[in-house]
């Protein structure tokens, strides 16, 4: 008996090496009025007094089993008023809620509980919030996701701390089994209730532990101790790849407007599980619910990245997020309006004779103009850079972005070509297509796109007098110059 209280009383080291609290800290207790939440609590209270922690007991009356939890209430009141601790109870309407909300009865009853104690902890300005979950609950949920379905991640189970709402969840009594709880309640005469809805298989928990895992546990009669240790083990692997993940993020990832952008070159130098991890992490920071996000589109992502796959190609990830291949760019994006990034609204500038300086924010750029008298030796310092005869010049030009039926007279070839024909022979990825700017002269004439080719219009020759340069530099938005996390 003596061993036993040993190893649920010296919580003081579980804390110290899993850091889950500091002297003299305010902890809510999370306390149902069972046997695990009713032991959790008195030990929290035992803790020698050099670790002593201002506690909190939080309890909610789901409302499910009418008198029995108005009992089981009553009695976590009492026994925190015999230890003099503070208790604050919530009882909530949750058939009523389920049937408004159409949410399942557990999903429902786990919103309202943890909305009640974040309420409670902003209350006594409590930076934890401490839960009763052991190993025995550990063992269920690692059998639960793998019956469910589950990567190396979702075997790490429940984690014995977490940050939600910028409020720690620890769970003191994850590595301590349900039989030593009770002796624990027993040798201190701890009062507690039993939940008669436990013994109720219709729900997805209780048949595991009631039924699956007595009957796998007849072939290793170990099998909890094996599952509490496969969490053990996938939850420091899955610490050390998340780390690493995120170290490959910062040095491979680069904004994109509302989303980012790596290389196909980054994303394939990587192993297959770095390269899994890392589309995940992305879909997380664009802004979409991971958890929920299959393996096959993951893969579907990973596989398009590859050398045989279409050289452009967009993928609806779900939420709002597309994914594009752009040749060797691959972009995460977020429509912010509802629209793909293909829907973008077009821009139109115009620009009259004497403008030096024009900011093109929709193509991340800016337009330098210089009218100056003829140089022998002036020459564009590169495809940015355009000089056209500033008296055959017909204003006010015009900035904007491409039209439907755009054509240019390309310098040194007979005849007109599509400016759609010239994206997709520069490889301009379609996602900018819609912003790159084309300067467009008073009769309509495409003069010039940027980067890419100038028209035989106002060609600078012997006869010309005076040259206008234009000069197109690049100009970060605001959201490209954010640093990523």
């Known amino acids: 008996m003596r061993n036993v209280e040993e190893r649920l009383s010296g919580l003081s080291l579980l804390a110290r090496e899993e850091r889950l609290w500091l002297p003299g800290e305010t902890v809510v ?63 909530f309407d949750l058939p009523a809620y389920i049937e408004e909300t159409g949410m399942n009865a557990q999903a429902a009853a786990r ?32 059998l639960m996701r793998i019956v469910r379905g589950t990567g190396p991640a979702g075997l790490a189970g429940i984690p014995i ?17 349900k039989a030593d709880i009770l002796r624990y309640c027993d040798q201190w005469a701890i009062p507690f209730s039993q939940d008669s809805s436990n013994g109720k298989t219709y729900y997805f928990r209780n048949a595991v532990r009631l039924d699956v895992l007595p009957y796998l546990a007849s072939f290793n009669p170990q099998l909890s101790p094996s599952l509490v240790r496969l969490a053990e083990l996938a939850a420091a692997e899955d610490d050390w790849l998340e780390q690493e993940t995120r170290a490959v993020f910062k040095r491979n990832i680069a904004p994109h407007g509302e989303g980012c952008q790596l290389t196909r070159k980054a994303l394939l130098g990587l192993h297959v599980a770095l390269q899994r991890r890392l589309i ?31 050289a452009t190609w967009s993928f609806d990830v779900g939420s709002g997020v597309r994914f594009l291949r752009e040749y060797d760019q691959l972009v995460f994006i977020r429509a912010s309006d509802g629209r793909t990034v293909h829907e973008r609204a077009g821009y139109a500038y115009a620009v009259e004779r004497g403008t030096v300086c024009l900011a093109l924010p929709e193509a991340e750029a800016e337009l330098s103009l210089a009218e100056m008298a003829k140089k022998e030796s002036f020459r564009p310092a590169s495809r940015y850079e355009a000089l056209f005869d500033a008296d055959e010049l017909a204003y006010p030009l015009t900035i904007r972005n ?83 996390e």
């Not at 309420?119 to 190993?135: E, F, P, S």
């Not at 520069?426 to 004439?445: F, L």
Request: with cysteine.
């Open 29 to 91: 207790v999370a306390v149902s009025g069972g046997p695990d939440s009713m032991a959790l609590l008195h030990m929290l209270h035992r803790l020698p007094e050099e670790e002593r922690l201002h506690l909190v007991a939080a309890h909610v009356d789901h409302g499910f089993r009418g008198e029995e939890s108005a009992r089981e209430a009553e009695s976590v009141r009492q026994y925190a008023a015999q230890l003099g601790i503070p208790c604050q109870t919530a009882h």
């Open 111 to 142: 919103e309202k509980r943890y909305s009640f104690l974040h309420q409670v902890a902003h209350a006594y300005g409590a930076a934890r919030i401490a839960l009763a979950h052991h190993a025995d609950d550990q063992a269920e949920t690692v």
């Open 161 to 177: 701390r977490r940050i939600e709402k910028n409020v720690e969840l620890i769970r003191p009594l994850l590595r301590t089994y």
């Open 280 to 310: 995940k992490l992305i879909l997380s920071y664009v802004g979409l619910e991971t958890e929920t996000t299959s393996f096959e589109r993951v893969e579907t992502i990973r596989l398009a990245a590859a050398d045989g796959a279409p």
């Open 402 to 484: 491409r039209k439907p039926g755009d054509r240019m007279q390309v310098l040194g070839l007979n005849g007109t070509k599509k400016v759609q024909d010239m994206f997709v022979d520069e490889r301009i990825a379609p996602s900018r297509r819609e912003t790159v700017p084309i300067v467009v002269d008073a009769n309509g004439h495409v003069l010039w796109i940027p980067g890419i080719r100038r028209s035989s219009h106002a060609q600078v020759k012997d006869s010309t007098s005076r040259v206008v340069s234009m000069l197109m530099n690049a100009r970060p938005s605001a959201d490209t110059l954010n640093n990523l």
